[in-house]
């Protein structure tokens, strides 16, 4: 639209912007958001290319290129405008990636991100509109169908250590003896390449939480959820379940807690729905532990508590005036 | 500073715009011309009047009346129009007007006022309370401050007049500056003064009356905008008809004639927009972008402001990713994600029914935190009237 008038006032002519108000903006966009991500996943990506070498580099270069490019393809195919640039099929990628091991073969790679993007993701319309976290779709499908190339244990011989979970699930609670919390802490543990640096990743988590880009209350409601369930156990039996601490720091507890149960769109956003779907995760990481037949189970639980998220809404406040 | 601060602390003395040399004045829907094209007409004289009511709009300045288009005349002012000889002219009369205001109430009061330019039917319709919204409506603004500082006289005659034009018995001001010396008058005692603590959105009409009366929209209770006071005032205490409005533009407090050009407004203020920018008249958060710089400025307009091209990112019709920031904002504890949704695919009779729409405030803050640039207040207007249209079918 043209608008200023030459005889009026003198002003140029100049074409305004109509928009609607607000007319101003905090600044933070999707785009800011998953490059807060992508900085916070950094410090693990750096420690796992230290300890794995060129192994995890190639896993995670892997995953974020297919991510991107399943993206772009679905775009194309579904008719619409490219959303690669606002950085979240990079952030898929990557989260994938963290789950899996470095020695993982690398089409289970490609079958795992390009199910997380495609059938986690774009078919619900793209981000925003899944019912569970993306990443979790790829890895649950490839951990499901072919359980043993995503195995930690099977894929990551050439190692001295371990996945303590696994211990713990056959040897019981003698079986973690060995392993110091300091190690742990370290990621001196087999199991995600990104997400067994449990100490990085909370360095990486606790920045997201400082810049507001996850909300404090559900990764701290997840931590405790798993910290008090497998309290319970450990009171109850000492010489047969592990110490709540041991809990925390392997497996993907700490990873599901800031980077996947936070997961935008399938998460509850006010405060009391946060912290009952974050205890109810991490109580359920510690039951899938100790009952079920996988050795970590965190993903699993993230997608069960997923499920009680539509019901959150019977959680929320009276409307402003309404009685 | 505190985040979204109203308090502007004392403001300056409002600068005069310059008159420019045509004005544009606009008036509602309900309005007809009461002048002919190329008449010419004094400063003062009625330029349109509402249908039903006693309703006016006056010329800014002595001219010539250069086009009548619907909702607005064009005025050239004219080249030998004396100010000062405008002013001086019949202060008899003024004075005479003043006294006979002095002595109204009630629905008399505003058809009085209503002749002279201000609209105060509604101040006297029943209501048990009355809260006076005096702070500054958005973040960013200064003309509160420089109204209660400044031009103390005028707002004391603005309260002194809603006393007798309000049935209520109970009477609050919410300001969030030291109002002490306003009410050293012995006729303004009746007014409790109230001081939230003054962050956007306090301001809310809504929130306002909460904070006086400590119920969330209580029956019977009406709130008053300062500007509405601030206009009342003026027209009472000099008994000449309202033709100039009280307003803010980049952190200064102006006054204008009406029907002042906005181009003239932002280029005295040496705001030369640019392509690609924004000019927002009444606030940032809640107002219109003008596409047009020769809107006139109206009685009611309370600041202009230019937004630079690129300073914030662009709108989008992008879909909402559910982050949440919109509903921990919300002063109306409502769930602006789920609205802008339904509002979106049309499910106007969702956004009442389980979501409540209805107790928006249209406070704008949803579209100011969205991280994914929704236009979110436009979705929240548009399911208050979609559903409001609903209802009325039903
Ligand atoms: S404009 Fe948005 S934030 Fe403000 S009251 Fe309405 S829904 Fe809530
Ligand atoms: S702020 Fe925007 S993106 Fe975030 S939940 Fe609200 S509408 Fe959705």
């Not at chain 2, 008899?92 to 006022?113: I, N, P, R």
């Amino acid at each position: 639209m043209k608008s200023g008038n030459p005889e009026t006032g003198g002003m140029v002519p100049c074409l305004l912007i109509g928009e609607s108000a607000p007319h101003i903006h905090c600044g933070r966009t999707i785009r800011g958001l998953m490059l807060d991500i992508i900085i916070a996943m950094l410090p693990s990506a750096v420690l796992a290319i230290v300890y794995w070498g060129v192994d995890a580099l190639r896993v995670m270069a892997l995953a974020v290129a297919v991510a991107v490019l399943a993206e772009a393809a679905c775009c194309r195919l579904m008719g619409r405008k490219s959303s690669i640039d606002d950085l979240n099929a990079v952030v898929v990628g990557l989260l994938v990636a963290f789950m899996l091991p470095a020695g993982v073969a690398w089409w289970a790679v490609v079958v795992g991100v390009g199910l997380s993007i495609c059938l986690g993701k774009m078919v619900f319309g793209g981000i925003g509109a899944n019912p569970v976290p993306a990443a979790l779709v790829g890895y649950a499908a490839i951990s499901v169908c072919w359980g043993i190339h995503v195995d930690p244990d099977t894929v990551q011989l050439a190692t001295s250590w371990s996945d303590p979970l696994t211990k713990l699930k056959f040897f019981g609670a003698a079986g973690i003896e060995k392993f110091g919390y300091a190690d742990l802490l370290f990621g001196r543990q087999i199991g995600g390449l990104g997400s067994a640096n449990v100490g990085m990743i909370l360095l990486g988590g606790l920045y997201l939480v400082a810049r507001r880009t996850v909300r404090w209350q559900i990764p701290l409601a997840f931590l405790l959820g798993t910290a008090v369930v497998s309290g319970l156990f450990y009171m109850a039996a000492p010489e047969t379940y592990a110490p709540p601490l041991f809990h925390l720091l392997t497996g993907g507890v700490m990873f599901a807690a800031f980077f996947i149960a936070t997961d935008y769109a399938c998460s509850p956003s006010r405060t009391a729905a946060m912290f009952l779907y974050g205890v109810l995760g991490g109580a359920l990481v510690v039951l899938i532990r100790v009952y079920g037949m996988h050795v970590d189970g965190t993903a699993f639980a993230v997608l069960l508590a997923s499920l009680v998220v539509p019901y959150c809404v019977l959680l929320r406040p009276k409307p402003f005036g309404v009685k | 500073m505190q985040r979204f601060s109203l308090d502007s602390g004392p403001g300056n003395v409002p600068e005069q715009v310059p008159a420019p040399d045509e004005f544009i004045v606009s008036f509602e829907a309900d309005f007809v011309a009461c002048v002919a094209k190329k008449a010419r007409v004094e400063a003062g004289a009625a330029l349109a009047r509402a249908q039903e009511r006693s309703l006016r709009i006056h010329a800014p300045v002595a001219g010539v009346v250069t086009d009548i288009g619907p909702g607005r005349i064009c005025m050239a002012r004219a080249q030998d129009a004396d100010d000062a000889a405008d002013e001086a002219k019949a202060p008899q009369t003024a004075s005479e007007t003043k006294q006979a205001l002095d002595a109204l109430q009630g629905a008399a009061l505003a058809e009085a006022l209503g002749t002279l330019g201000v609209d105060a039917f509604a101040l006297t319709l029943p209501a048990k309370a009355v809260v006076v919204n005096a702070l500054n409506p958005e973040p960013g603004m200064v003309w509160v401050g420089s109204a209660l500082n400044h031009c103390a006289d005028t707002v004391r005659a603005g309260l002194r007049a809603l006393q007798r034009l309000s049935p209520a018995q109970t009477w609050y001001f919410v300001t969030a500056h030291e109002a002490g010396g306003l009410f050293e008058d012995e006729s303004l005692s009746r007014y409790a003064v109230v001081r939230p603590k003054p962050a956007y959105p306090a301001s809310m009409d809504a929130l306002a009356v909460k904070a006086a009366t400590g119920k969330e929209l209580p029956e019977g209770v009406l709130a008053v905008g300062l500007h509405d006071v601030f206009n009342i005032g003026a027209v009472a205490l000099t008994g000449t008809p309202l033709t100039e409005t009280i307003f803010d533009v980049a952190g200064k407090t102006c006054r204008a004639a009406i029907g002042t050009p906005a181009a003239h407004i932002l280029e005295h203020c040496g705001l030369q927009p640019q392509d690609g920018d924004i000019v927002a008249l009444n606030g940032l958060f809640r107002g219109r972008a003008l596409s047009d710089l020769r809107h006139g400025i109206g009685k009611a307009d309370i600041s202009l402001a230019v937004v630079r091209a690129g300073t914030y990112p662009p709108v989008s019709d992008a879909p909402c990713v559910g982050c949440g920031r919109c509903i921990d904002v919300c002063p109306a504890r409502l769930s602006p994600d789920m609205i802008s949704r339904c509002a979106e695919f049309g499910l106007f009779e969702k956004c009442r029914k389980s979501y409540y729409v209805e107790a928006c405030m249209e406070c704008g803050l949803c579209g100011f935190v969205c991280v994914a640039r929704r236009p979110m207040l436009q979705y929240m207007r548009l399911a208050k009237q979609e559903s409001a249209s609903l209802e009325v079918r039903s």
